[in-house]
């Protein structure tokens, strides 16, 4: 996690509100913000929330939720053998994709997920793993 300044803010978002605040006292009202701005942008609203990104970043809420759900994430799938990791699927983004679980036994259990419901991933994967 990144490390954070007084006041609980985290260091990753007070820089690059520093960069929002640098660029906007050299720029006119109304002037569009540049793309490597919005992407340091979509990239902490991704880590630390919309909510907070736009209120710190003193962006428009519905604009970076907009820019975020264009640029949706892209997960690498692991090989056998490969250590589990944790995975937040946020309900922010609609999305598909695939969840397989494998014991050392050979059962399998695979989840298709699709849209922005989402079913208790705990509940179901504690199942799994409990059961016979």
């Not at 300044?5 to 520093?18: E, F, H, M």
């Not at 736009?54 to 692991?78: D, H, I, N």
């Not at 699927?89 to 050392?104: G, M, N, Q, Y």
Request: charge should be positive.
């Amino acid at each position: 996690m990144a490390g954070t300044r007084n006041g609980g803010l985290p260091l990753d978002l007070a820089q690059v509100a520093a960069r929002f605040a640098k660029w906007r006292r050299a720029h006119d009202l109304g002037t569009r913000i540049p793309d490597a701005l919005w992407d340091a942008a979509v990239d902490l609203a991704q880590r630390h929330g919309l909510s907070r990104t736009a209120q710190t970043l003193k962006l428009g809420y519905y604009a970076l939720k907009k820019r975020v759900e264009k640029k949706a994430p892209v997960l690498a799938c692991s090989g056998p053998g490969s250590q589990p990791t944790f995975l937040e699927l946020s309900p922010l983004v609609p999305c598909e994709c695939t969840i397989e679980f494998e014991k050392v036994g050979g059962s399998r259990m695979r989840i298709q997920l699709k849209g922005s419901g989402m079913p208790d991933l705990a509940v179901l994967g504690r199942t799994f793993w409990e059961g016979p």
